[in-house]
């Protein structure tokens, strides 16, 4: 995720109490952070989403690199609970950035074997004994709309801190409510749906709401994100 000065207090500092995130400081002239930032991107991956990565262009958002006292790039720091547990500066070999990133794995605990098991009764043990368990969540909404019960997906995204996943998760709950299944529609469906809400996204909301959640559902990497986000820009404005 690209972080800006505005978004950096939600992104990271806030997130930061749910799940470790590095924060990556460089910009687009600095050959050291072209060659560290795969590293990170890779190491961080590999966590499988125990650790989150952001990435910060100072030249783009200097407030952020103030606040961290920044005199070189890259520069990398680990925040937990909104406090820097960890940094170096520099593009160090692959196995010490590896080394970093897997120092704020934390241990599992009871709750997340309770999600591994993954049935319901688990997740629901899980979040009685983390409530804010981000994963309990995100995978007790999917069995909840899978089986129709949106509504309660719904109540229960809402009760965490929001994430891509829980994003999407609450778009096709949304969609569902109003009688969309996106689960059981094919691609082509989804596509001539958003076609069919362009003319109307303007003037309703509801409309718009949709078109909205169906471009959730799709995915930043959905080549037709891109392209019905344009479209609908250039009926809004």
């Given at each position: 995720?690209?972080?800006?000065?505005?978004?950096?207090?939600?992104?990271?500092?806030?997130?930061?109490?749910?799940?470790?995130?590095?924060?990556?400081?460089?910009?687009?002239?600095?050959?050291?952070?072209?060659?560290?930032?795969?590293?990170?991107?890779?190491?961080?991956?590999?966590?499988?989403?125990?650790?989150?990565?952001?990435?910060?262009?100072?030249?783009?958002?200097?407030?952020?690199?103030?606040?961290?006292?920044?005199?070189?790039?890259?520069?990398?720091?680990?925040?937990?609970?909104?406090?820097?547990?960890?940094?170096?500066?520099?593009?160090?070999?692959?196995?010490?950035?590896?080394?970093?990133?897997?120092?704020?794995?934390?241990?599992?605990?009871?709750?997340?074997?309770?999600?591994?098991?993954?049935?319901?009764?688990?997740?629901r043990r899980a979040?009685?004994?983390?409530?804010?368990?981000?994963?309990?969540?995100?995978?007790?909404?999917?069995?909840?709309?899978?089986?129709?019960?949106?509504?309660?997906?719904?109540?229960?995204?809402?009760?965490?801190?929001?994430?891509?996943?829980?994003?999407?998760?609450?778009a096709e709950a949304?969609?569902?409510?109003?009688?969309?299944?996106?689960?059981?529609?094919?691609?082509?469906?989804?596509?001539?749906?958003?076609?069919?809400?362009?003319?109307?996204?303007?003037?309703?909301?509801?409309?718009?709401?949709?078109f909205v959640d169906?471009?959730?559902?799709?995915?930043?990497?959905?080549?037709?994100?891109?392209?019905?986000?344009?479209?609908?820009?250039?009926?809004?404005?």
């Open positions: 995720m690209d972080v800006t000065d505005e978004s950096f207090q939600a992104d990271v500092l806030v997130r930061s109490a749910t799940v470790p995130v590095v924060v990556d400081l460089w910009a687009p002239w600095c050959g050291p952070c072209t060659t560290l930032g795969p590293m990170l991107e890779r190491a961080v991956a590999a966590t499988g989403g125990a650790v989150e990565l952001v990435k910060v262009n100072v030249d783009e958002n200097p407030k952020v690199g103030q606040a961290f006292a920044v005199q070189s790039i890259p520069s990398v720091f680990a925040i937990v609970d909104g406090k820097v547990v960890d940094q170096f500066i520099g593009a160090l070999p692959e196995a010490e950035v590896t080394a970093f990133v897997l120092k704020l794995v934390p241990a599992p605990s009871e709750a997340d074997a309770l999600v591994a098991a993954g049935d319901e009764a688990s997740l979040l009685e004994l983390e409530p804010g368990h981000a994963g309990a969540t995100e995978a007790l909404a999917r069995v909840l709309i899978d089986r129709g019960e949106a509504a309660e997906a719904l109540a229960l995204l809402g009760r965490v801190p929001e994430t891509a996943p829980g994003r999407a998760l609450a949304r969609l569902l409510e109003s009688g969309v299944n996106v689960a059981a529609e094919g691609a082509a469906d989804v596509e001539n749906r958003l076609g069919g809400l362009l003319d109307r996204v303007r003037d309703d909301e509801a409309a718009r709401q949709e169906l471009l959730e559902t799709l995915g930043a990497d959905d080549p037709r994100t891109s392209a019905f986000r344009r479209a609908l820009a250039s009926r809004l404005f």
